[in-house]
Nanobody, 117 residues
Framework: QVQLVESGGGLVQPGGSLRLSCAAS????????MGWYRQAPGKQRELVAR???????TYGNSVKGRFTISRDNAKNMVYLQMNSLKPEDTDDYYC???????????WGRGTQVTVSA
């Protein structure tokens, strides 16, 4: 059974930092592209950051220079370090695992991030 479990969300003041973690199980982790997406109520889910199997990273335009994605293949973990947080970063953040060979996506249940004074 595939499970992606996010943690690390919460309330933070503007300018602050948070580190999200995603623990993956039930998949051959190193074969998957791992990503973080976010979604606000009534809006489309958007890419925050993605890390390929070889470590290449891609970021959404709104988070470039502020967020950093990383992965630990030995621990089946993916992380999102979020710095210089802004109120517009307030969203539910979802962990994604994509098997590009068979075009299958797995999703976590999400963790809430609120940036507010």
């Amino acid at each position: 059974q595939v499970q992606l479990v996010e943690s690390g969300g919460g309330l933070v003041q503007p300018g602050g930092s948070l580190r999200l973690s995603c623990a993956a199980s039930g998949i051959f982790f190193r074969l998957h592209v791992m990503g973080w997406y976010r979604q606000a109520p009534g809006k489309q889910r958007e890419l925050v950051a993605r890390i390929e199997r070889d470590g290449k990273t891609t970021y959404g335009n709104s988070v470039k220079g502020r967020f950093t994605i990383s992965r630990d293949n030995a621990k089946n973990m993916v992380y999102l370090q979020m710095n210089s947080l802004k109120p517009e970063d307030t969203d539910d953040y979802y962990c994604n695992a994509r098997n590009t060979g068979v075009n299958i996506d797995y999703w976590g249940r999400g963790t809430q991030v609120t940036v507010s004074a």
